[in-house]
Nanobody, 123 residues
Framework: VQLQASGGGLVQAGGSLRLSCSAS????????MGWFRQAPGKEREFVAA????????SYADSVKGRFTISRDNAKNTVCLQMNSLTFEDTAVYYC?????????????????WGQGTQVTVSS
């Protein structure tokens, strides 16, 4: 599975961005998908995840109520709508895929990763 993240950019605090992740390759099995982020000098951290059928979602406490993860299996895409952005949301955002909706908050549990897209929030 190849993942391509896009949609990052520069936005003012309080603004919104929508990230997209396109999957190609062996997408017929439909993986659970997750978003992680990594700020300079910090470890990669979990942001959000969604199950194959979209029935289950999971969010980091820091983004609950502000970010929404969604997917369109027909288009093999996963999106992360980010609202009310703050300076602390500045990071490189990565999408990732794994076979099950277990341990979705753990980066090491994911088998496939995209290249990342930079999100910069100006204060």
């Amino acid at each position: 599975v190849q993942l391509q993240a896009s949609g990052g950019g520069l936005v003012q605090a309080g603004g919104s961005l929508r990230l997209s992740c396109s999957a190609s390759g062996r997408t017929d099995s439909n993986y659970a998908m997750g978003w992680f982020r990594q700020a300079p000098g910090k470890e990669r951290e979990f942001v959000a995840a969604i199950s194959r059928s979209s029935i289950s979602t999971s969010y980091a406490d820091s983004v609950k109520g502000r970010f929404t993860i969604s997917r369109d299996n027909a288009k093999n895409t996963v999106c992360l709508q980010m609202n009310s952005l703050t300076f602390e949301d500045t990071a490189v955002y990565y999408c990732a895929a794994k076979e099950t909706f277990i341990r979705v908050t753990t980066a090491m549990a994911y088998s496939y990763w995209g290249q990342g897209t930079q999100v910069t929030v100006s204060s």
